[in-house]
């Protein structure tokens, strides 16, 4: 589990000032100002609240608040309509006619939705409500949340009858990942599920699976490294087409318990986890090291965004900076990398096969595959020309000397 650092919020109520403890996983500050909500809000007045930066405390039906945050999603979605919104819409109806967005138009329609979503979540983020120790909501109709906020924050301290603030939204966050945890993420291709853990990024995108059944090992494959393995995924599939040794590394204790939990499952005993940056330390050379670094070079938002976004690329520059040294004799590499980061103008392939060369790795042979999730497919996507010509690619590298 995570160590979090405490963090404390203060409201009065019935001229008595109360305090709790702040929890959120999305990285959201304490918010300063908060007031008291019940049913009586309209969603209205929540959203004008919300834009001017105030948080409201929910007091009302359980249900209710749902439906709140509903509506104020709905706000959000007009009002961006009416503003920078359109500049999207006007860019995805020329895709959708396929007339040609210049390359100067896509780096800024991708940031600009990346402002959108912030500015999205905060809002949204504003409602607020109090649980009791041992995570009891006292609201109106509320489920039993318990199971879910102890998995996604860790316990309370029921010594001092610690309550709590979180936004509606991350518990929310909280209770979709104990489903996820419950009920698995099918993995096509491979007759079995995964089951991430909160704060874990779920592979729901699973399309270069193939890839990684279809691709020969290389001759001699006693070891591999799964490297950044998050909920396990590649190295089930390595552990399952016989490889003897596979050494699994993330830094994230939340993805090491996530993908320690799946290896259980499936009962592989050849699967070992360490908590490394990047590679093993105290272990023979890898005949074959996988990863599937962020595909997206830009900053997180977010820790669950850290499976997406690599700010100035640093995870894959690392990764490839570092394999040959811990590559045995007539190793391979796999990379598997999305190429979205260049049609949205982020990253170059020249540069991308410059960090090869720098690295002493040359390219052996390369696997593609296209997405089939529904964003690919819907031309009223202000980034459907990007995401439409996306490829994932299994690139397996080499060093020079082979």
């Known amino acids: 589990m995570l160590a979090i650092e405490k963090q404390y919020v203060q409201w009065h109520e019935n001229e008595t000032l109360h ?26 007045e929540a959203y004008r609240l919300a834009c001017e930066g105030t948080s409201m405390l929910w ?25 920078e919104q359109r500049k999207l819409k006007k860019a995805a109806n020329k895709s959708a006619a396929n007339k040609s967005v210049t390359p100067k138009e896509i780096p800024n329609l991708f940031h600009q939705q990346r402002q959108m979503q912030a500015q999205r979540s905060r809002i949204l983020s504003r409602l607020l409500l109090e649980l009791d120790a041992g995570y009891i909501s006292q609201l109106r109709r509320a489920p039993d949340v318990s199971a879910a906020c102890t998995a996604a924050f860790g316990k309370l301290d029921k010594a001092i009858d610690e309550t709590c603030v979180l936004s509606f ?55 591999a490294f799964d490297i950044g393995t998050g909920t396990g ?9 016989g ?30 986890l360490q908590q490394a940056d990047l590679f093993p330390t105290d272990v023979p050379l890898a005949n074959l090291i996988v990863c599937n670094p962020p595909w997206l070079p830009a900053k997180p938002s977010s820790p669950l965004e850290y499976a997406v976004y690599d700010a100035n690329s640093t995870m894959l520059r690392g990764f490839l900076q570092g394999a040959k040294q811990h590559l045995a004799k007539q190793g391979e590499v796999w990379l598997i990398l999305s190429d979205l980061a260049e049609h949205l103008q982020l990253r170059s392939r020249d540069e991308l096969l410059g960090w090869f060369v720098d690295s002493g790795l040359k390219v ?39």
């Not at 318990?257 to 290896?263: E, G, L, M, T």
């Open 169 to 223: 939204r991350d518990l929310q966050g909280a209770l979709g990942a104990e489903g996820w945890r419950e009920k698995g993420v099918p993995i096509t291709g491979l007759g079995l599920s995964v089951f991430p853990h909160y704060g874990v990024f779920a592979p729901t995108r699973h399309e270069y699976v193939q890839l990684l059944l279809d691709v020969p090992l290389p001759d001699t494959c006693d070891v």
């Open 19 to 44: 305090h709790a403890r702040w929890l959120s996983q999305s990285n959201q500050v304490p918010p300063t100002r908060i007031i008291l909500v019940d049913d009586k809000m309209t969603a209205d």
């Open 243 to 272: 490889v003897k040794q596979v050494i699994a590394t993330d830094l994230n204790p939340r993805a090491l318990a996530c993908s320690n939990d799946n290896f259980t499952r499936l009962d592989l005993s050849t699967v070992q």
């Open 59 to 83: 007091h009302g039906d359980f249900h209710n608040a749902r439906q709140l945050l509903q509506a104020l999603g709905r706000r959000i979605d007009r009002t961006n309509e009416r503003s």
């Open 364 to 402: 052996k042979y390369r696997l593609d595959t296209r997405p089939k999730h529904g964003r690919s497919q819907d031309n009223t996507d202000p980034l459907f020309a990007a995401r439409s010509a996306e490829i994932t690619s299994l690139w397996c590298l080499v060093p020079f000397d082979s």
């Open 233 to 241: 995924l590649l190295a089930i599939i390595l552990a399952q087409r």
